[in-house]
């Protein structure tokens, strides 16, 4: 075992024997404003860290309520959860979707909610680019992050991109001819957007100041091999670059980690606790 994972072992011990729970104020939501809209953002009061949980691309808060009484138990934290734009309790946003846009919406949120200091934030999928973002802007904020089968700059390259383009044609189309809705519309935005914003992503760096956990699920978001090693091996030089990273796998998960494995994110929530306060 390397110094990483006895440093990761010895973090999830301490997390999950430290069980100094406050449910003072379970799921309380609060509606923040920003430029006219209406963001709904969840709190489980907790009496420790602050925790923050965003949910992938077409998922809301929702996505994390069968684990955040488990992520409250173990850590005493409080935990913040919140609906993007268009959906959940959340208003949409009009025009163009990107991720920078999106991570003001969470800044807003977090500075109504005067958190400025000492997150982690846990981020799956999508919520990877709105999460570095928002590191990228206010990295004092953030203790650590764990970047949960989350997107990553070095993953956007132009021969990906084109790819996964060609991928999302069909739901494109198909969003074009579905009734329009909130949530169809946001769709439709992200995905028309989908190539500027991948190449603008891929042009920046995650500081080096902020520590991250990197967990990538086995199985990957992607049914296309050569996809998939191309998101396994974006990680891993992701991780490569400053010593405060840390890569975790989830053995036989889907890109669902949360439900497949709540575990692993657990574990991996607990070591970015861990992370020193200098790192």
């Known amino acids: 075992m390397n110094l ?3 440093f990761i072992s010895f973090a999830i011990l301490t997390c999950v024997t430290s ?3 406050a449910d003072s104020a379970v799921g309380v ?3 923040i404003e920003r430029g006219g809209r209406k963001i709904a953002f969840h709190v489980t009061r907790g009496t420790g860290e602050t925790i923050v949980l965003d949910a992938g691309a077409g998922e809301d808060a929702s996505y994390w309520n069968s684990v955040v009484p488990t992520i409250a138990e173990k850590t005493g934290a409080t935990i913040i959860t919140y609906d993007r734009a268009g959906s959940g309790g959340s208003e949409e946003a009009p025009g163009p979707w990107s991720a920078q846009d999106e991570a003001l919406d969470l800044e807003a949120g977090l500075t109504s909610l005067q ?3 000492g997150v982690v934030i846990v981020a799956h ?3 990877g680019e709105v999460a570095t973002y928002l590191v990228l802007r206010r990295p004092s904020w953030v203790h650590a992050a764990v970047l949960l089968d989350a997107s990553i700059p070095e993953f956007y390259t132009d021969e990906e991109i084109d790819r996964q383009e060609k991928s999302l044609a069909p739901m ?3 969003l074009k001819h579905a009734p329009t809705s909130a949530q169809s519309r946001q769709g439709l935005a992200m995905a028309s957007s989908f190539d500027a914003v991948s190449r603008a992503f891929h042009k920046i760096a995650w500081p080096s100041s902020v ?3 990197v967990v990538v699920s086995e199985k990957t978001p992607f049914e296309a091999p050569e996809d998939a090693r191309a998101w396994k091996a974006a990680a891993h030089v992701f991780v490569s670059k400053t010593q405060n990273r840390r890569f975790m796998l989830a053995v036989a998960s889907s890109h669902d980690i949360a439900h497949d494995d709540s575990t692993v994110v657990v574990d991996a929530i607990c070591a970015a606790l861990a992370v020193p306060a200098n790192q």
Do not use: Y
């Open 4 to 6: 990483k994972n006895v």
């Open 19 to 21: 069980q100094a729970w």
């Open 29 to 31: 939501t609060h509606l």
């Open 115 to 117: 958190v400025n200091s």
């Open 125 to 127: 999928s999508l919520a």
């Open 172 to 174: 494109v189309s198909a």
């Open 211 to 213: 520590p991250a956990i």
